[in-house]
């Protein structure tokens, strides 16, 4: 299998906005439940937002309110659009199967940089 391929990361200042994209191969992408997770140095990786099965969407309570999971299946695409961001936001992220015990051994992609800094 081929891993996700994450993109859109940068460095922004507090307040700004950024759109996450995740491309994904695999006919299962339409079916499956998807997730954005991020981790930074020092912690473990966590679950922002997920899609699960039947289209209900769920946010981690640091983000909610403030970040915004989507799908397209006809592109196998996962996108999070991340508005007013906090130096706390400051992570790698990354997309893939939701829940995290599912994803095969070596699946996870590289990851977005995102840098939170004034």
């Known amino acids: 299998q081929v891993q996700p391929v994450e993109s859109g990361g940068g460095l922004v200042q507090p307040g700004d906005s950024l759109r996450l994209s995740c491309r994904v191969s695999?006919?299962?992408?339409?079916?499956?439940?998807m997730a954005w997770y991020r981790q930074s140095p020092g912690k473990q990786r966590e679950m922002v937002a997920a899609i699960l099965r039947g289209g209900d969407i769920t946010y981690a309570d640091s983000v909610k309110g403030r970040f915004e999971i989507s799908k397209d299946n006809a592109n196998n695409m996962l996108y999070l659009q991340i508005s007013s961001l906090k130096p706390e936001d400051t992570a790698n992220y990354y997309c893939n199967k939701w829940p995290p015990k599912i994803v095969p051994r070596g699946f996870w992609g590289q990851g977005t940089q995102v840098t939170v800094s004034s």
């Open positions: 695999g006919r299962w992408f339409s079916i499956d439940p």
